[in-house]
C-alpha cells in the first residue's frame, strides 16, 4: 500500500473525526498535559492553575491568531465596536479573558527537564521537538511520494531567538530554520529538524540522520 495511513485507523473513522480529534492524532495528549499544563501549574499560584480544557482553548485562539496577520494582540479582546476599517475580526472574551490568556503565555513551558550544565541555547525545545518525531512516526505511515525541504519558524527579533537567520529566498525570511520533511499524498509533515550550526552543543552527540548528511 503506497498511499498515507494511520496505523488502526480506517478511512471512515478517520473522515469522521472531530477536528480536536484529528489534532490528537498528530499530537500526543499526554506530552499537553503531563509536561506543558503541570509544567504551567508549578509556576503559577494555586487559584490561577489550568485545567486541560483551558489550555485547549487556550491553543486554539493561539493557533487562530497565527493565521491572522495585520492586528495587535489586544485587538482581539477589545470592548470597541468593530467597524469597517478598524478592528479585529474576531473577538475572544466570552472564550477567554486577555489577561487568563496572557497569563497562560507569560507561564509556558515546553520541557521539565532541568537546564544542562553546558551551554545549549535549544535546551527548552528539545524534549518537545523529540516528543512529537517519535510520536509520528508510530502513528503516521507516508506515501511513497515525500517532499524535503528547509521551513521558516517566523521570529522577527534576532535578539531574542537563538540560532536567527534570516534567508532572503524564503516567503517569512526571519526566525528559526528546520529541516522538514512531508508526505506529498495527504500534505502532513511528520518530522522536524532544527538546523543548529554552529550552536549545536559539542556535548550533545550528533543525531544519526546528520551523520548520513
Known amino acids: 500500500n503506497n498511499r498515507p495511513s494511520i496505523p488502526g485507523l480506517s478511512q471512515n ?4 473525526m472531530s477536528y480536536v480529534g484529528m489534532f490528537f492524532m498528530f499530537f500526543p495528549r499526554s506530552f499537553i498535559k503531563n509536561i506543558i499544563v503541570a509544567g504551567i501549574n508549578k509556576r503559577v499560584e494555586i487559584q490561577s492553575r489550568v485545567i486541560f480544557g483551558e489550555f485547549l482553548r487556550w491553543l486554539g485562539i493561539w493557533l ?5 496577520a495585520g492586528y495587535s494582540k489586544g485587538e482581539f479582546w477589545s470592548d470597541n465596536k468593530v467597524g469597517r476599517k478598524e478592528g479585529a475580526p474576531y473577538c475572544f472574551n466570552d472564550i477567554m479573558s486577555g489577561r487568563r490568556f496572557d ?3 507569560a507561564n509556558m513551558v515546553y520541557t521539565d527537564n532541568s537546564a544542562p550544565s553546558f551551554r545549549d541555547r535549544f535546551w ?3 524534549q518537545m521537538i523529540q516528543a512529537w518525531n517519535d510520536w509520528m512516526s508510530k502513528n503516521f505511515i507516508p506515501s511513497w511520494i515525500n517532499c524535503l525541504d528547509k521551513s521558516m519558524s517566523i521570529w522577527h527579533s534576532r535578539w531574542t531567538c537563538p540560532r536567527w537567520v534570516f534567508c532572503p529566498r524564503k516567503p ?6 528546520y529541516h522538514t520533511i512531508c508526505c506529498c499524498m495527504s500534505g ?3 518530522r522536524v529538524e532544527m538546523v543548529e550550526g ?3 552543543p559539542k556535548e550533545i552527540p550528533a543525531d544519526d540522520l546528520d551523520k548520513k548528511g
Request: hydrophobic share 45%; net charge negative.
Open 13 to 16: 473513522a478517520l473522515f469522521a
Open 64 to 68: 487562530l491568531l497565527s493565521t491572522i
Open 103 to 105: 497569563e497562560i503565555l
Open 124 to 126: 527548552e525545545a528539545r
Open 172 to 177: 517569512h525570511p526571519f526566525g528559526n530554520e
Open 188 to 190: 502532513n509533515l511528520y
Open 198 to 200: 554552529k550552536d549545536h
